[in-house]
């Protein structure tokens, strides 16, 4: 709790967090907004990250940012689930703890006060933090729950739990699905599922994805040396799975990540571009937009993506 609390997670209730985004510091102090902002039309100071699922999760993902167990030398079981907390305490929570990340920019000259008084009304939750939030029992009244308050909803999900997606009792706005690796090998090797049927599971997922209304993505973090040397392994999971977009995103070298992976698993843009590029030849996705400071490329079938808000 300590170790995640330095990190500036404000922890709500027993199982989830709320985590100020740097690109929220980027928006209010430098005008600099994040990649989501360009691609998606989401005010990024509008903008909160969090989860309801801060300690479980079925991956241990080498690139991911968050506490994995045996990380500070403290172990627990991340598949065991605890007593799950109502979606309207969770919610109401939120709002209270990014109301205090706000706080912290009250007394710096540099703040754009526009974008403050504006961030004082959040209008999108990124449910995407950490953990696998398909683990959260009531995720459906969850997003619902932020939805009749005004928001819009981003959920990120790595898609080994297709039996929760596909009872959803409320589709997210937009529905990110982790694919990380292009073949079952490379899977168990950089995103070290917890049970033994994970990329079965996730193949399950991308087969029902075209199902749903809501626009999809597939997400795929790069990771130098592991999983984005052979573009081609990606193509028959893109083509089951049909999503309205792709991005493909470097690894950052940030969080506990950095305890399992060294700086130079961090690929350039211009390699995450290259890779994108080998991707569109074999799937008929074209590149429609990129993020050079955040190394992300956004490929679609859609000459233009889909806009949630005002630039």
């Not at 090797?189 to 994970?198: E, G, I, K």
Request: hydrophobic residues 35%.
């Amino acid at each position: 709790m300590q170790a995640l609390k330095k990190q500036r997670y404000h922890l709500i209730g027993k199982h989830s967090a709320v985590k100020r985004c740097r690109w929220l510091y980027e928006t209010l102090i430098h005008d600099r907004p994040c990649y989501k902002q360009k691609f998606y039309g989401i005010k990024t100071h509008q903008c909160i990250q969090m989860t309801p699922a801060l300690f479980s999760c079925t991956q241990r993902c080498l690139f991911c940012w968050r506490a994995q167990s045996g990380d500070l030398q403290i172990k627990w079981d991340e598949m065991k689930l605890p007593n799950w907390d109502p979606p309207e305490e969770i919610v109401q929570e939120t709002l209270k703890a990014q109301e205090a990340i706000l706080s912290g920019y009250k007394g710096n000259p540099k703040t754009n006060w526009k974008k403050y008084t504006e961030a004082l009304t959040p209008r999108h939750v990124a449910i995407s933090l950490t953990g696998e939030p398909t683990l959260y029992e009531s995720l459906g009244e969850l997003i619902r729950t932020f939805h009749h308050k005004g928001f819009t909803t981003f959920l990120v999900s790595n898609g080994t739990v297709p039996s929760k997606l596909a009872e959803l009792s409320e589709e997210p706005t937009q529905l990110y699905i982790s694919v990380c690796a292009p073949d079952e090998k490379v899977f168990r090797r950089v995103c070290r599922p917890q049970f033994p049927n994970a990329w079965a599971k996730l193949n399950e997922t991308l087969s029902f994805l075209p199902s749903f209304h809501c626009p999809s993505v597939i997400r795929m973090t790069l990771v130098k040396g592991l999983n984005m040397e052979v573009a081609l392994g990606y193509t028959e999971l893109v083509e089951k799975a049909n999503p309205t977009y792709i991005e493909a995103k470097a690894y950052m070298h940030v969080g506990f990540s950095s305890l399992r992976l060294d700086y130079e698993k961090m690929p350039e843009h211009k390699e995450v571009y290259d890779f994108g590029m080998r991707l569109a030849d074999r799937t008929g996705y074209t590149i429609i937009d990129e993020s050079v400071e955040s190394r992300v490329v956004l490929l679609s079938k859609r000459e233009k993506p889909i806009r949630f808000g005002s630039p």
